[in-house]
């Protein structure tokens, strides 16, 4: 291997995807992508396999392999054209859930396919039941939108304008969607454009042999790192609190990893079988979960491509919760399952590798999702609007408070660029006092987020998670905080779960209800699990948490055993 060529290839091929990013954020239209980021760009070789990608959407960055291999099963590739763009967001064809839609982009030197550009993008609009895309009562993925196998959106670099009518006329903000779509295609375009300038520097055959190489030494660091960890059989269970249809019924999360020298096998055999409501995972999020587990606990340096998840080998028995079936729908596999699917891996290895896992985080994007008719302007409006929670707490440190969960590396949506765009206004948004889990390294802290009603009306939907179920602590740490939804009507005195206020039946998933002008609702987001005794905790650790108000002085004395006069 030649290492600095293939260093500078791979920082290259980084960079690539890193200005794809850029340019989608800043050609988009919707906040999902310009503010939260929700989205990854990569770059495969022409057999589809992830040759670099950047720093975006974890559960995406896993599955850009089986997303891609799966697709080219389908496309023929002897009816290829240069300036092609293929669209594609079928779960049930290797993608994640239905709002992701993945443009591929072939790259072509002298009529040779080379490469392959791609970029995946959370669309807030896909019509189906429920406006914003998370339909949290559906029973089938019918319900949950528009599905479209891969397809030519362009055709030699020409629009295919009956697919672009057909994609428009099936959303409530085609004008949104219009300008999304477009930034996708501009990240493929750019990756194209680039990467043909690398391919005439250095010529194809250097490349492909770089590249090569960079996929095999990838895979040396990966089972390096697997090989430093004791071998052994390593179990955990987790459980899912509802699937927002079945009435009080929970959904277990097996894991079994084995790991022997450099190869790791994560066996699923024993989770639950698929719901009757929308929690499934999909094959991709099962493997892409897997992944970003054991990213996690590696060392983040090597290159994230096809190579360093040779190592890593995914059983998921076709049915449960964690490879669903058709038709069964699967909305909330890529947000709510996929983060409690790595929890539970890292949870399994805590044994092994305590000091590279964490305790249980918050696991949930708390998707608050919404639309209708603006009474200003008469136009349809329509927002993804995720959340942010506690991290667990580790062997060396207190757990992150209040970001995004394990799977996503999003950011949330500034207040002011809320209010602006969305006729809300946010009256409190602050950290949730003692949600974070005792223990000598803290849980993180959720937050609290409450709004206040500004439309005629608003049709909220929500799929979230741990409103009954704490997430866990490790060695003696306590649970964190669990989440909530309340809302409050306009007349009314006192706050009301969403449940009691509606008459659903789970407390964090629903769908379609009418929120009227004046009407507030509440989103309280879930801590992370404690590590370690709390007891052990370090004196001015817990002195600056109560200075700092991340805890209140009945929870120092009540989980820490400090009195106020210790203190």
């Known amino acids: 291997m030649d290492m600095v060529a293939m260093s500078v290839l791979d920082s290259t091929m980084v960079s690539i995807c890193r200005e794809m990013g850029i340019t989608l954020q800043k050609t988009s239209y919707s906040t999902i992508f310009n503010e939260a980021l929700d989205f990854t760009c990569g770059l495969a070789d022409k057999e589809g396999n992830l040759i670099a990608v950047a720093d975006f959407c974890p559960a995406m960055i896993g599955g850009i392999p089986v997303l891609v291999k799966s697709c080219l099963k389908e496309i023929d590739l002897d009816t290829l054209r240069e300036g092609d763009v293929i669209l594609h967001n079928d779960p049930y064809r290797g993608g994640l ?13 002298d009529g040779e396919l080379q490469a392959w550009a791609v970029a995946i993008g959370h669309i807030t609009e896909v019509g189906g039941m429920t406006p914003g895309g998370f339909a949290g009562e559906a029973t089938d993925i019918f319900q949950e939108g ?20 057909l994609l428009l006329a099936n959303v409530r903000t085609p004008r949104t969607n219009y300008g999304d ?25 250097a490349v492909q042999t770089i590249v090569s190489d960079l996929l095999d030494y990838a895979e040396r660091r990966m089972r390096a790192e697997l090989e430093a960890i004791p071998d052994g059989i390593y179990s955990f269970e987790d459980l899912i609190e509802s699937d927002g249809v079945t009435p009080d019924k929970t959904y277990r999360i097996a894991v079994e990893v084995h790991k022997q020298g450099g190869d790791i096998v994560i066996d699923y055999t024993g989770s639950a079988e698929q719901a009757r409501g929308p929690i499934n995972a999909t094959l991709g999020v099962a493997t892409s979960a897997a992944y970003n587990a054991v990213l996690h606990m590696t060392d983040p340096s090597i290159p994230r491509n096809s190579g360093c998840f040779r190592a890593i080998k995914v059983l998921a028995p076709p049915g449960t919760i964690v490879n669903v079936n058709f038709p069964a729908p699967s909305v909330g596999g890529n947000t709510e399952t996929h983060p409690r699917i790595a929890g539970a891996i890292l949870g399994a290895m805590a044994s092994a590798v305590p000091n590279r896992v964490m305790a249980a985080e918050g696991a949930t994007h708390c998707n608050f999702v919404f639309g209708g008719v603006d009474a200003a302007s008469g136009e349809y409006f329509a927002c993804y609007d995720l959340e942010v929670v506690g991290w667990g707490g580790r062997a060396f440190a207190d757990g992150n408070d209040a970001v995004d969960s394990i799977n996503g ?78 809302v409050k009507k306009a007349n009314a005195e006192t706050w009301q779960t969403m449940p009691e206020a509606y008459g659903k039946i789970s407390s964090s998933r629903y769908a379609n209800v009418d929120i009227l002008r004046g009407d507030r609702v509440r989103l309280t987001t879930p801590g992370g699990g404690g590590f370690g005794d709390p007891k052990q905790r370090a004196r001015e650790s817990l002195q600056r948490d109560l200075r700092e108000g991340y805890i209140s002085a009945e929870s120092a004395k009540a989980n820490y055993g400090y009195t106020e006069g210790q203190v």
């Open 97 to 109: 859930h239905t709002p992701e839609h993945t443009f591929f982009k072939p790259i072509f030197l």
């Open 146 to 165: 528009l599905r479209v196998p891969p397809i030519k959106i362009k055709n030699a670099g020409v629009d295919n304008l009956d697919i672009w009518k």
């Open 181 to 205: 779509l477009r930034a996708l295609i501009a990240a493929v375009d750019l990756g194209e454009h680039q990467m043909l300038a690398v391919l005439r520097k250095y010529g194809p055959r």
């Open 409 to 486: 590396n999003c950011r949330t949506t500034p207040v002011e660029v809320f209010e602006t765009r969305f006729p809300w206004r946010v009256e409190q948004l602050a950290f949730d006092v003692d949600s974070g889990g005792a223990g000598e390294f803290r849980g993180g802290l959720g937050y609290s987020k409450q709004m206040v009603c500004l439309n005629d009306l608003i049709t909220v939907s929500q799929m979230t998670d741990r409103h009954l179920s704490k997430p866990w602590g490790l060695n003696g740490g306590l649970e964190g905080g669990c989440g909530a939804t309340l």
